[in-house]
């Protein structure tokens, strides 16, 4: 049962967000290499699919590679949010 209270919306008293923050390394070619959900949308199995959409959606954008102060492209870590609407 969704209900809102506040202005948030909750499911069966779970607080749920309308957004995943993931944060996803590169490597120095710009492909991504690791993902991780640093901030769920929620915790229910539907909430779990839009974290994944998350994930799969911030892994295609391109990625700038940075350079190190010897201009040679380096990795770095990313932190992205997905808002959910």
Known sequence: MIR????KATLD??????????RFT???SGAVTNTEVIERSGLSHEH????????????????RIGLDE???PVGAQIVASDEWK
């Open 4 to 7: 809102t209270c506040g202005g």
């Open 13 to 22: 008293g779970e607080r749920n967000r309308p957004w995943s923050r993931v």
């Open 26 to 28: 590169t490597d120095a």
């Open 48 to 63: 779990r699919l839009l974290d994944k959409a998350a994930i799969d959606a911030l892994s295609t954008c391109p990625v």
């Open 70 to 72: 010897n201009g040679k």
